[in-house]
């Protein structure tokens, strides 16, 4: 075989192309993954944190019970493969922000207690917040460090002569029925992992993408916790040592990805409201989320272009989702196993009429 030539050619290496990336090559397919760099890629923004429940009546998320323990079982195995640390259950003391939403999670958990408990915090913890209508923990939910898989992966594909840095260019992409020709590569199948730049993606523009910006400041608190993750108006998450990650907005219209004052400024009222310990902002930070108005993923090949795929639409879960359907798309591309139907690109008519 030349050795320019892959089973596949995967362009961006944020959590979807690093995990898809993976689970082929845990496959033995030859992969090349072609990733510009972009450090503001909203999976080196995120918090990472995998958070089972959501909303005002504390349901699970989307397809929780099956995506989470993949997603951890992905993980560890990456940690083994890779000498770092990966994934670790951090869970989330949730401070009620009113009267009715303690009565709301206290009716929850008479109902259906999966994912919630009541176990007293430390004095500690209590100490650091004002906590007038009490909290409810989150039990389990798990941190996924983004730097350091984005990081280890990165230099496992550079010694596997696996990584492209570069700007991937439309222009240098020529497709046959058979192969995919990109400059000097070729490749039987090409399978896009671009983020929030997919709505850009000559093929795949036609999807309902709806990014959205999303903001976060890093913030130095000496005496917190690290072992947990706080939640009220905010989030705060550990993110190094006594620094935590503060976030985040939805901003849908006229965003660039830069940081914006009026962010910085709303949160740090909600802090100055809640945290009663000294805190210190030390660096703002924002991206783009890879969103979509149907708040699924997009997984599949292309009803045209049978070697054209995509990974993309992981919305603001890409930490739980994308190792669950990388796999299942893994399984597809070799097997033509089935992708789930509310995850599959094939729900989309629109890409079938050209
Ligand atoms: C503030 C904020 C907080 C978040 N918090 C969480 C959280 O706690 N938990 C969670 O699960 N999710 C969270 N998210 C969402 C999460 O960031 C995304 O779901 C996830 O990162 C999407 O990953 P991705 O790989 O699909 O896209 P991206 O991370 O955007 O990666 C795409 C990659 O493709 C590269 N690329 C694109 N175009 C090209 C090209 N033409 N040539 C070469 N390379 C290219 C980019 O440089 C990038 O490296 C958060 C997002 C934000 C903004």
Not at 59 to 67: E, G, P, R
Not at 136 to 164: F, G, M, S
Not at 206 to 232: C, S, T
Request: aromatic share 12%.
């Amino acid at each position: 075989m030349h050795q320019n030539h892959y089973d596949i050619i995967i362009v961006g290496q944020g959590i979807s192309g690093t995990v898809l990336s993976s689970t082929l090559m845990e496959q033995h397919q030859k992969v090349l993954v072609i990733d510009d760099g972009n450090k503001k890629a909203a999976s080196k923004i995120a918090s990472g944190v995998i958070n089972p429940v959501t909303g005002r009546r504390i349901v699970k998320t989307w397809q929780i019970d099956d995506v989470m323990p993949a997603a951890v079982r992905i993980y560890k195995a990456l940690e083994n493969k890779l000498y770092t640390k990966i994934i670790q259950q951090c869970n989330i003391v949730n401070f009620h922000a009113s009267e009715q939403m303690q009565k709301a999670f206290e009716d929850r958990i008479a109902e259906d207690p999966t994912y919630l408990s009541t176990s007293p915090l430390q004095d500690t913890i209590a100490a650091a917040f004002e906590a007038s209508f009490g909290y409810t923990v989150i039990d389990p939910c798990w941190l996924v460090h983004l730097e350091n898989v984005l990081t280890a992966w990165r230099q496992y594909l550079i010694e596997k002569n696996a990584l492209l840095e570069d700007v991937f260019d439309f222009k240098k992409l020529n497709i046959t029925t058979d192969q995919i020709v990109y400059d000097n590569y070729t490749a039987q199948q090409i399978i896009f992992c671009e983020g929030a730049k997919g709505q850009e993606n000559p093929y795949f523009k036609q999807l309902p993408f709806a990014p959205n910006k999303g903001e976060a400041l890093l913030v130095k608190i000496n005496d917190l916790d690290n072992r947990y993750i706080y939640k009220k108006a905010v989030s705060i998450v550990p993110w190094k040592d006594s620094i935590f990650w503060v976030g985040s907005n939805y901003e849908w219209d006229n965003y660039n990805d830069d940081p914006s004052p009026s962010f910085k400024e709303k949160t740090m009222a909600a802090l100055n409201e809640w945290l009663k310990v000294p805190y210190k902002v030390v660096d703002h930070i924002a991206a783009i989320r890879p969103a979509n108005t149907e708040r699924r993923p997009f997984v599949g090949m292309h009803p045209f272009y049978k070697n054209i795929g995509i990974f993309n639409g992981m919305g603001t879960k890409g930490c739980s989702l994308a190792p669950f359907f990388a796999e299942q798309f893994t399984s597809h591309i070799l097997q033509q196993t089935a992708i789930d139907i509310e995850a599959s690109i094939d729900r989309f008519n629109i890409l079938a009429t050209k």
